[in-house]
Nanobody
C-alpha cells in the first residue's frame, strides 16, 4: 500500500520561504512521477510542480516558475518542494501525489494534471500573510 507523508507546512509572511517534504512509505518510488498540488478554499485543486524520479525532468505551473523548486531523493523515497518569495495567493492545502511510470501531461497552467495521479497524501497547510 502506497502512503505519502507530507511535512513542512507552516504560516509565513509574504516574501518568506518554506520547504515541504513528502516521503513515500510502503513503496519505493524509482522511475515514477511525483508531484505537488494545492487547493485554496473554494477553489479547485491545481497542479504546482512535478518530477520524474528517474531523471531531472520537472514541470511547473506558470504561477510558481522561478519561485518554487521540486526535487527528489531516491535514496530516501522523498520529494521536496522548496518555495521562496511566497505570496498570499500561495496559501492553501498542499498535497503530495504520485503515480507509477512517467509523468503524463500537464494542465492548462503548465503544472501536473491531477487526473493522472492515483496516490495522494493527506495534505498540509501553508498560509502566507501579507
Amino acid at each position: 500500500q502506497v502512503q505519502l507523508e507530507e511535512a513542512g507546512g507552516d504560516s509565513v509572511q509574504a516574501g518568506g520561504a518554506l520547504r515541504l517534504s513528502c516521503k513515500s512509505v510502503g513503496y519505493r518510488f524509482n522511475s515514477d512521477c511525483m508531484a505537488w498540488f494545492r487547493q485554496a478554499p473554494g477553489k479547485e485543486r491545481e497542479g504546482v510542480a512535478s518530477t520524474y524520479t528517474a531523471g531531472d525532468n520537472t514541470w511547473y505551473a506558470d504561477s510558481v516558475k522561478g519561485r518554487f523548486t521540486i526535487s527528489h531523493d531516491n535514496s530516501d523515497y522523498s520529494v521536496y518542494l522548496q518555495m521562496s518569495n511566497l505570496k498570499p495567493e500561495d496559501t492553501g492545502m498542499y498535497f503530495c501525489a504520485a503515480n507509477f511510470g512517467v509523468c503524463q501531461g500537464t494542465d492548462y497552467n503548465g503544472g501536473p494534471d491531477r487526473r493522472f495521479f492515483s496516490y495522494w497524501g493527506q495534505g498540509i497547510q501553508v498560509t502566507v500573510s501579507s
